[in-house]
């Protein structure tokens, strides 16, 4: 799963601009301009960068992380690519509510007999992570979530689920629906796991 990354820094927020530059995705909207947000950890209904499909472009806007519950107080942050396409709650998505969420890094927490153990994973290379996202509108307001698949390699002995994490070239590919769930429940990414120190604090959420 994912339940907390990192709040992207103003120089990062430049690096996307440029990355989708150089991939030929012009962005029509454009909501970072001032983006003056402090470094440090985007939580369950938090507002974050998402980019979505606008047009003859890409919108980079704010959104707030989790879907609200119909029936409780809860929210739900991450969607199993698996079992996407059959859950009411996000197989409608899979037409026009495709996004991706931008990170510096995220945070896993391995189950100890006693204790969580908090890790950041980053990418090996040192580059952006870009996870598969779906969104959806209520009223006024824009919510995502971050889509999961099956964890391998150094992932797999922290934690037995990973967001799916697309290159740069398959960005396009997934905001436009041309890469399915089953295409992304076989993706390989190579991350970097490493224990962090701080404290882990409890957060209300429902994983599907």
């Known amino acids: 799963m994912c339940g907390r990354y990192t709040v992207l820094t103003e120089d990062e927020i430049i690096e996307i601009r440029e990355i989708l530059k150089d991939l030929s995705m012009r962005i029509v909207y454009d909501d970072f301009d001032n983006y003056d947000r ?46 996407m396409n059959k859950k009411r709650t996000f197989s ?17 927490w391995e189950r100890l007999p006693e204790v969580k153990k908090k890790y950041y994973a980053r990418d090996k290379s040192g580059n952006l992570l870009f996870m ?6 209520i009223g006024d307001k824009r ?5 999961t698949k099956q964890a391998t390699g150094e992932m797999a002995k922290i934690h037995d689920r990973v967001p799916v ?7 396009e590919g997934w905001l436009i629906g041309e890469i399915s769930p ?4 076989d993706m390989e990414y190579h991350l970097s ?9 409890q957060v209300q959420i429902s994983i599907y």
């Open 38 to 83: 402090q470094p440090g950890e985007v939580f369950p209904t938090n507002f974050a960068p998402i980019i979505t499909k606008k047009d003859d472009g890409v919108a980079f806007e704010s959104a707030k992380w989790g879907f609200k519950k119909w029936n409780s107080t809860g929210v739900i942050i991450n969607a199993r690519c698996e079992t």
């Open 143 to 147: 919510e995502y979530v971050i889509i």
């Open 132 to 137: 598969a996202g779906l969104y959806r509108d």
């Open 182 to 185: 089953d295409d992304i429940a």
């Open 165 to 171: 994490l697309l290159r740069t070239d398959q960005l």
């Open 193 to 201: 796991v490493t224990p962090c120190e701080d404290d882990d604090e």
């Open 92 to 108: 409608h998505l899979l037409k026009t509510g495709y996004c991706v969420v931008p990170a510096g890094e995220f945070f896993e």
